[in-house]
């Protein structure tokens, strides 16, 4: 079985602002990269992260496996090494940031993902600042406001993935 990431392809770091490889926009690589980056916004990679994916069918949703996703972590992983360094940890400026958020054009997919990253950042009970960052530069990148996402959302419904928000 073909999984939607052996169908994308992908561009090599094309722009000298936008040292990351590039994926086609709406791509599940592309939107699975900023769940990459939130799981990993905080310094650690955490079972509870992944749990919680599971749980709310992210993935599924997706169109991606824990393969797929491990090696769009990997690849991220990969490109993050060859960044400037910071006191250890790997920053990423406003301008890398906005590409990334980029590839993500569709309003209903990119609604879809802030609610992702929320429950990502939110899994392990703690809010790091890498994690805010990564919050508030997605609402930002998206000219979105918090209200709009409580309003978006079916009533009762927690903030959570579901498929036809990807592809509804």
Not at 42 to 59: I, K, T
Not at 138 to 165: I, K, N, V
Request: aromatic share 8%.
């Amino acid at each position: 079985m073909m999984t939607a990431q052996g169908r994308e392809t992908r561009t090599a770091r094309a722009h000298p602002h936008f040292p990351l490889r590039a994926y086609p926009p709406d791509s599940p690589r592309a939107m699975a990269r900023l769940v990459a980056l939130a799981m990993l916004a905080d310094g650690r990679l955490e079972e509870r992260e992944l749990a919680a994916l599971d749980r709310r069918g992210v993935l599924t949703a997706l169109g991606l496996t824990r393969a797929d996703l491990n090696q769009v972590l990997f690849d991220l992983c990969q490109d993050l090494a060859a960044l400037p360094d910071r006191r250890g940890a790997y920053f990423l400026s406003a301008t890398v940031l906005d590409g990334l958020f980029a590839e993500v054009r569709s309003t209903a997919r990119q609604k879809s993902m802030v609610r992702v990253l929320f429950d990502v950042i939110r899994s392990d009970g703690h809010l790091a600042a890498g994690e805010e960052r990564l919050f508030w530069s997605a609402l930002d990148a998206w000219s979105m406001r918090l209200e709009a996402l409580s309003a978006a959302r079916p009533a009762g419904h927690p903030a959570t993935a579901r498929p036809e928000h990807f592809y509804g």
